[in-house]
């Protein structure tokens, strides 16, 4: 790294600009697995933000010492500490979420973004920072994820984190079943991703671009 | 040289921090294992109260879930086939027979409810499944349980059946799952299996 980064612009990269789930399309099993309620969605969100937010901080903590050879294990072990840490704190405090969300937390371990990020930041820079990129880089995930999850359970289900909606819970709405279903997410995801790199391309070009 | 270059360095490196993490999860797990341990029961004993005709709170703490258990249900016998024994004022009410089966995604457990004529459904409850939320996992819901009380177990072919959401029913079926096909067949397997066998050793003892 040349010059120190400010955090406000890895804030703004982090959720917009270089956004996990739009920018690198990383992330997605989940993305796609459990977005169709959106309760278990944002349980899932906070886990991604915890684990990018606190491995982030630790590899950076550690990045001085950690011979470079063997880091990419060290930032598994991490990684998986955190996750296993929350996979447990919800199974002994929260048992009805744990059972929803079945493997998909322990699974976390293997969700690109995390690595990623420790990779590709949390092992140049300063703790602090590593800290700020990985919690926001878990924020664009998880606010993607709410959208798909919003679109999904409302045509889906009719319902919003498990309340009716008035005309989609009414007979007037024929549930949309398969937004519930896998594919739902397939299409959800690829529309959301149209639109924010449409809109991300619109402003490159009314700002002179800068590509 | 400094204690960094030597060729063990990553090995001890590696080592200290694999020991430091894993004890650090070896003691959170174990300081939650009584808890986990309980919440797993809790739900097993909520299953099992609400599968009998139990007038229950809409909300139920842990201790009152255990409470309820412990005055009301009692473990199996031998005339009771396998099923746990619901007594009230020394006299037997129910059965609830836990059951379990493969599912869509992953096996599904349950307990269904007996009166004590060993015919008559009381309810059905499910305490573990990882049913496609909106689909299968409609199964936890209210509107598929309650269809289950008041219905009699045949007393030969399928004790329960399951048909389609649009034909008519009678005093041996419920309702499947719209959209959840795969779910609902499996459920209705097992859940046959396991209610045939128990009405055969059941009736053989009365």
């Known amino acids: 790294m040349i010059a120190q980064k400010k955090t406000g612009d890895v804030i703004l990269t982090a959720v917009w600009g270089d956004n996990p789930v739009f920018r690198q399309i990383l992330g997605i099993c989940s993305a796609l697995a459990v977005t169709n309620l959106v309760l278990n969605t944002i349980v899932m969100g906070t886990a991604v933000m915890f684990t990018t937010a606190l491995s982030g901080l630790t590899v950076s903590l550690l990045r001085k010492w950690t011979p470079r050879i063997i880091r990419m294990m060290v930032e598994v072990l991490v990684i998986a500490f955190y996750v296993i840490l929350f996979d447990r704190a919800l199974k002994a405090y929260w048992p009805d979420m744990s059972r929803n969300l079945g493997p998909y937390v322990g699974l976390i371990i293997t969700n690109c973004i995390i690595m990623g990020r420790a990779e590709a930041f949390a092992n140049a820079n300063p703790p602090g920072l590593s800290f700020v990129d990985g919690f926001f880089s878990g924020l664009g995930y998880a606010l993607i994820l709410l959208c798909v999850a919003v679109i999904r359970e409302l045509l889906g289900m009719g319902t919003l984190l498990g309340i009716p909606i008035p005309f989609f819970s009414s007979a007037l709405w024929d549930r949309w079943i398969i937004m519930v279903m896998p594919p739902g997410a397939f299409f959800t995801l690829a529309v959301i991703v149209w639109l924010a790199r449409t809109v991300q391309r619109s402003k490159q070009v009314t700002s002179g671009g800068n590509k | ?206």
């Open chain 2, 1 to 206: 040289m400094s204690i960094r270059d030597r060729a063990w360095f990553p090995i001890i490196y590696m080592f200290v921090i694999t020991l430091l993490l894993s004890a650090v999860l070896i003691l959170f797990g174990s300081a939650t294992r009584q808890r986990v341990k309980n919440n797993e029961r809790i739900a097993y004993e909520r299953a099992v109260i609400q599968s009998l005709p139990i007038d229950l709170p809409a909300r139920l703490s842990t201790s009152q879930i255990h409470q309820i258990y412990i005055t009301n249900v009692y473990d199996t016998t031998e005339a009771s086939a396998g099923a746990l024994r619901y007594i009230k004022h020394d006299t037997l009410v129910g059965y609830a027979l836990p059951i379990q089966g493969p599912g869509f995604w992953a096996p599904i457990k349950g307990v269904i409810g007996i009166a004590a004529d060993g015919k008559t459904i009381t309810g059905v409850s499910f305490y573990e499944q990882n049913e496609t939320p909106g689909l299968g996992g409609e199964i936890t819901k209210m509107e598929f349980r309650e269809q289950f009380v008041g219905k009699q177990i045949s007393q030969s072919g399928m004790p329960v059946q399951f048909r389609a959401a649009t034909d008519p029913l009678d005093e041996n079926s419920v309702h499947a799952i719209t959209g959840a096909t795969q779910t609902s067949n499996r459920l209705s397997r097992f859940l046959n299996e396991q209610l045939a066998i128990w009405r055969e050793r059941i009736t053989a003892r009365q």
